[in-house]
């Protein structure tokens, strides 16, 4: 898709940014493309909005069953082991990580996504 002529001549201001979407108007007056403006590193940014697929390719879906994984196993550990990812998070993680979030990162790098395929 090729970008509109007025999105062509934007150009970074930096005392002004535009953030959020316009919608072209088509000559016969319908809606056309859904056009986003974003800042990234202090450079403006204009693209199309793309509908998302879902997310229901096969990979997507293997990604999902190992998370559902992760938090079966989390409820199937006794509160002494809790404890344990506990201690291991705050060795581990300088900033805030609770004991859960340590677990199920670990367990997501532990458990190749082919397994769940």
């Not at 909005?49 to 079966?72: D, E, H, I, P, Y």
Request: aromatic fraction near 12%; hydrophobic fraction near 35%; include cysteine.
């Amino acid at each position: 898709m090729t970008r509109p002529k007025w999105a062509s001549s934007i150009t970074p201001c930096y005392s002004l940014q535009v953030r959020g979407c316009i919608h072209e108007v088509n000559p016969d007056g319908t809606l056309g493309t859904l056009w986003l403006f974003r800042v990234v590193k202090g450079k403006q940014h204009v693209q199309p909005w793309r509908k998302s697929n879902g997310g229901n390719t096969a990979l997507v879906q293997a990604n999902r069953r190992r998370f559902a994984a992760a938090m079966a196993a989390w409820k199937e550990l006794t509160e002494e082991e809790k404890k344990e990812w506990e201690e291991k998070a705050k060795r581990r993680y300088k900033y805030c990580c609770v004991r859960y979030n340590a677990f199920v990162a670990n367990y997501i790098k532990s458990h190749d996504i082919s397994e769940f395929l």
